[in-house]
């Protein structure tokens, strides 16, 4: 009798603890097809989630707080996006219903960082976010004599001035924008994101002394080329190659936006000497969007001076459009004289209909160790900026639909229907990749994009039958389909495919020098 009661009471204990172990996972995903793009994992595995951090990948079940069957769904990594110029509630939530975790303003950058980073922690964001030092805004603070505001879009007050455009910077001037991208690096810069093809008359001094820069504080650089044209000289070729000359000339971390929209037709010249480069020891980077047409201001400087049209490949202004709605001659040049930073987007490509095109856009969505990045913004109702706690987004809504789909479309084309790439690979250019370009430069960066025991909770549950975008050009405000959990520091953000609107669990991603992490 002694006995029994003590193998009762071992019994219990042992219930007790279980229960007390299954109760120490606050979420449990069962049955996943779970898919580490650096580790090489792709099995039917469980994952555990403890507070904000994986705690556990086990090849039997788990139970925890909340538990949640994924069967037949694929479990990854949140993706990582760097280059989201849409910096606030509603352009972080829509991106999140696309599979995004972190989304990160690197091309153009901001100034003040610090003034950035304290208005998104005291409003919250729903996704991890951070920002690079801005030489836009330093160079125009340095010309225009103006104090930068951290606004992401302030640029676009002097995008058809072109005094910042194409005055040289003197030692003094010079010495005062290296200080203005100094201080934001001090304050949490990401890196020095760098607008050249908006000011391509600034003379290629400055463009060293600012990579310069960034070699010495061991920060990357995000360049948008200084040319954007199809002819010679000043042809997006020449762009390319002062981006490999200059990389290798100070030995900065050069990464290159979007490289399929400034690329136009020589992509494969281009992407061969980028490869030629990196295989020389160059430290380059890349990333793409899936997409033919671009957005920017109507008063950017490409679109202006002798012949710009013929050079961007015979552009049309039918294939700018405004809220949807194409121009004409007329009205393109009435905006760019009275109205230069009214948003636009650019037909440059047409894969849909042109078969030479889709092959320049896939040879820069496939290269090698790129990353898929959306160039995705901000989101309007005519005129005015849409802000703070909107959800759903009005049906009116306008941006590039590259600000909602970016990840639904690359994985919809390339991995389910064409089927050039397999999932393992897709994963890794929407999270592995592009957190391991910043891995060496921002520490919080070496724990995203991978499913392993120890890194953040950042996770999209995938169902790879259905997931696809939904946003046009006609009606971009339509979130994707197909993600049906997005996890962002161990907080379940998009529940069974619905967004939970009373949470933010994004958390600001810094640099070395103002986290204190090496």
């Given at each position: 009798?002694?006995?029994?009661?003590?193998?009762?009471?071992?019994?219990?204990?042992?219930?007790?603890?279980?229960?007390?172990?299954?109760?120490?996972?606050?979420?449990?995903?069962?049955?996943?097809?779970?898919?580490?793009?650096?580790?090489?994992?792709?099995?039917?595995?469980?994952?555990?989630?403890?507070?904000?951090?994986?705690?556990?990948?086990?090849?039997?079940?788990?139970?925890?707080?909340?538990?949640?069957?994924?069967?037949?769904?694929?479990?990854?990594?949140?993706?990582?996006?760097?280059?989201?110029?849409?910096?606030?509630?509603?352009?972080?939530?829509?991106?999140?219903?696309?599979?995004?975790?972190?989304?990160?303003?690197?091309?153009?950058?901001?100034?003040?960082?610090?003034?950035?980073?304290?208005?998104?922690?005291?409003?919250?964001?729903?996704?991890?976010?951070?920002?690079?030092?801005?030489?836009?805004?330093?160079?125009?603070?340095?010309?225009?004599?103006?104090?930068?505001?951290?606004?992401?879009?302030?640029?676009?007050?002097?995008?058809?001035?072109?005094?910042?455009?194409?005055?040289?910077?003197?030692?003094?001037?010079?010495?005062?924008?290296?200080?203005?991208?100094?201080?934001?690096?001090?304050?949490?810069?990401?890196?020095?994101?760098?607008?050249?093809?908006?000011?391509?008359?600034?003379?290629?001094?400055?463009?060293?002394?600012?990579?310069a820069l960034a070699a010495a504080?061991?920060?990357?650089?995000?360049?948008?080329?200084?040319?954007?044209?199809?002819?010679?000289?000043?042809?997006?070729?020449?762009?390319?190659?002062?981006?490999?000359?200059?990389?290798?000339?100070?030995?900065?971390?050069?990464?290159?936006?979007?490289?399929?929209?400034?690329?136009?037709?020589?992509?494969?010249?281009?992407?061969?000497?980028?490869?030629?480069?990196?295989?020389?020891?160059?430290?380059?980077?890349?990333?793409?969007?899936?997409y033919g047409a671009g957005a920017?201001?109507?008063?950017?400087?490409?679109?202006?001076?002798?012949?710009?049209?013929?050079?961007?490949?015979?552009?049309?202004?039918?294939?700018?459009?405004?809220?949807?709605?194409?121009?004409?001659?007329?009205?393109?040049?009435?905006?760019?004289?009275?109205?230069?930073?009214?948003?636009?987007?650019?037909?440059?490509?047409?894969?849909?209909?042109?078969?030479?095109?889709?092959?320049?856009?896939?040879?820069?969505?496939?290269?090698?160790?790129?990353?898929?990045?959306?160039?995705?913004?901000?989101?309007?109702?005519?005129?005015?900026?849409?802000?703070?706690?909107?959800?759903?987004?009005?049906?009116?809504?306008?941006?590039?639909?590259?600000?909602?789909?970016?990840?639904?479309?690359?994985?919809?084309?390339?991995?389910?229907?064409?089927?050039?790439?397999?999932?393992?690979?897709?994963?890794?250019?929407?999270?592995?990749?592009?957190?391991?370009?910043?891995?060496?430069?921002?520490?919080?960066?070496?724990?995203?994009?991978?499913?392993?025991?120890?890194?953040?909770?950042?996770?999209?549950?995938?169902?790879?039958?259905?997931?696809?975008?939904?946003?046009?050009?006609?009606?971009?405000?339509?979130?994707?389909?197909?993600?049906?959990?997005?996890?962002?520091?161990?907080?379940?953000?998009?529940?069974?495919?619905?967004?939970?609107?009373?949470?933010?669990?994004?958390?600001?991603?810094?640099?070395?020098?103002?986290?204190?992490?090496?």
């Amino acid at each position: 009798m002694p006995g029994m009661f003590a193998r009762l009471a071992i019994a219990g204990a042992l219930a007790l603890s279980s229960a007390a172990f299954a109760q120490d996972y606050d979420v449990v995903l069962n049955n996943g097809r779970v898919i580490d793009p650096e580790t090489g994992l792709d099995a039917i595995r469980h994952v555990g989630l403890r507070g904000d951090t994986i705690a556990v990948i086990s090849e039997t079940p788990l139970e925890g707080t909340r538990t949640i069957d994924v069967s037949g769904r694929i479990v990854a990594p949140g993706f990582v996006d760097l280059h989201g110029h849409g910096q606030d509630i509603p352009a972080g939530r829509m991106q999140a219903m696309d599979g995004v975790t972190t989304t990160l303003e690197l091309e153009s950058g901001v100034l003040p960082v610090a003034d950035f980073y304290d208005s998104a922690a005291e409003e919250g964001r729903p996704i991890n976010y951070g920002a690079a030092a801005s030489w836009a805004h330093a160079r125009i603070a340095a010309v225009m004599d103006v104090e930068p505001d951290a606004d992401t879009y302030w640029f676009f007050r002097y995008i058809g001035d072109p005094r910042w455009q194409t005055e040289l910077a003197d030692n003094e001037r010079l010495s005062t924008i290296l200080r203005h991208i100094n201080t934001g690096i001090e304050e949490g810069g990401l890196g020095i994101g760098i607008l050249l093809g908006y000011a391509p008359g600034i003379g290629r001094s400055e463009y060293h002394a600012v990579n310069a820069l960034a070699a010495a504080r061991d920060v990357p650089t995000f360049t948008h080329a200084r040319f954007l044209s199809a002819i010679e000289p000043q042809s997006s070729f020449e762009g390319f190659q002062e981006m490999v000359a200059v990389a290798a000339g100070t030995g900065a971390h050069m990464h290159i936006s979007h490289l399929n929209s400034i690329s136009l037709s020589d992509i494969d010249r281009i992407a061969d000497m980028i490869t030629t480069a990196q295989e020389n020891g160059v430290n380059i980077t890349v990333e793409a969007y899936p997409y033919g047409a671009g957005a920017t201001g109507i008063g950017a400087a490409m679109f202006r001076g002798e012949n710009w049209r013929e050079r961007m490949g015979g552009i049309d202004y039918s294939d700018f459009t405004v809220q949807g709605e194409p121009l004409d001659e007329e009205r393109f040049l009435d905006l760019q004289e009275n109205a230069p930073g009214t948003g636009i987007v650019v037909h440059f490509l047409n894969p849909d209909e042109r078969p030479e095109h889709q092959a320049y856009l896939d040879r820069s969505i496939l290269f090698p160790g790129g990353a898929i990045a959306s160039d995705g913004g901000p989101w309007a109702v005519g005129s005015e900026r849409l802000s703070g706690d909107v959800w759903p987004l009005p049906e009116n809504a306008h941006s590039h639909p590259r600000s909602a789909g970016t990840y639904g479309r690359f994985l919809r084309v390339y991995a389910r229907e064409r089927g050039v790439i397999d999932w393992p690979e897709a994963i890794a250019k929407a999270s592995f990749y592009p957190a391991r370009i910043l891995s060496d430069a921002v520490p919080q960066m070496r724990r995203k994009g991978r499913l392993q025991p120890g890194m953040d909770a950042d996770i999209v549950v995938i169902n790879p039958d259905t997931v696809s975008d939904r946003a046009t050009f006609e009606q971009p405000a339509q979130a994707s389909t197909g993600f049906d959990y997005v996890i962002v520091n161990g907080t379940v953000l998009v529940d069974n495919g619905t967004l939970d609107t009373s949470v933010l669990p994004g958390r600001a991603i810094r640099g070395t020098a103002a986290s204190g992490a090496q």
